[in-house]
């Protein structure tokens, strides 16, 4: 996954570092299929050129963007994991473990939901 590489180097905290490339490797090896991307300066997973999975980091948490409506179909789920949302994304905080059970569940929503999308993103 050397397309990451470049955004990994840029994150300064090493703990945070290690975290974020555990969870892409846990993508990669979970999902073979998915190809990952950067784009919008962000790292993504993709899917027969379409969007499956975001991922972003900040100060205070690491951000996941499965897009609106996965957000939408998983919100109670993500209160209940206790993390924060907005209508794009959920935030982890880097205090919080990853609920790969979770991310699992999104990841494989999307590849249903959009197994027919033939756009980026969802219209």
């Not at 180097?9 to 490797?25: L, T, W």
């Not at 979970?30 to 969007?51: C, S, V």
């Amino acid at each position: 996954m050397e397309v990451f590489e470049p955004f990994l180097a840029g994150i300064d905290n090493p703990d945070h570092r290690d975290r974020v490339e555990e969870i892409f490797n846990w993508v990669k090896t979970r999902f073979p299929n998915l190809m990952p991307k950067i784009a919008w300066n962000q790292p993504m997973f993709t899917d027969h050129d379409t969007f499956i999975i975001g991922f972003s980091v900040a100060k205070q948490h690491m951000a996941v963007a499965p897009e609106e409506a996965g957000i939408h179909r998983f919100s109670e789920e993500i209160v209940q994991a206790g993390y924060d949302h907005t209508k794009e994304l959920m935030r982890i905080r880097w205090d919080r473990p990853m609920d790969f059970a979770l991310l699992e569940r999104m990841i494989e929503f999307n590849l249903l939901d959009k197994q027919d999308c033939s756009t980026f993103w969802r219209k």
